[in-house]
């Protein structure tokens, strides 16, 4: 059960989120369709759950749909140069597609991005200096390797089972 918050705590350990309705920007890179790997059936609907869900907590969105390697580099760079992050207070980058081990992110293209490589140190305070000092909150959906997961029992519904396919 969710509750709404009855008041705003304040602590030097935590970051402030000030005034106004724009809490910060969010990305959303979701690769579905690949050249040879399989489609991501259902990611569609992920994307419109994270997308409804970061609007409503006072997030501008931004979702770009199956890039290759070329345009998923040039978005990510063109996402940490925002000068929209100056005003924001928090950014999100989601990134929904097939991966492989070692940190990859496969692209449409079927290349790997190098999630330390080529995302996260875009946004170190080096690189990013409009996030300075601000939370950076990075989240992947892709499979790390090869194994199959064969999910489990929902619970209430006997009989079925879910699965990250």
Do not use: W
């Not at 692209?107 to 996030?131: A, G």
């Amino acid at each position: 059960k969710v509750e709404h918050a009855t008041k705003v705590i304040k602590d030097k350990n935590i970051y402030p989120i000030g005034p106004g309705v724009l809490r910060g920007q969010v990305l959303i890179i979701n690769n579905e369709n690949f050249q040879q790997l399989a489609t991501r059936t259902g990611s569609q609907v992920d994307v419109a759950n994270l997308k409804t869900l970061f609007t409503k907590l006072g997030f501008l969105v931004d979702v770009k749909e199956n890039l290759t390697k070329r345009e998923t580099l040039e978005v990510l760079m063109d996402f940490s140069q925002n000068k929209g992050h100056i005003t924001g207070h928090v950014m999100i980058l989601v990134v929904l597609s097939h991966g492989e081990k070692g940190g990859k992110i496969i692209t449409h293209d079927d290349k790997n991005v190098d999630i330390n490589v080529d995302i996260l140190r875009n946004f170190n305070n080096e690189n990013c200096p409009y996030l300075r000092g601000k939370p950076k909150v990075f989240l992947f959906q892709a499979c790390q390797g090869d194994e199959v997961d064969m999910g489990v029992k929902a619970s209430g519904q006997p009989g079925k089972t879910e699965t990250d396919t």
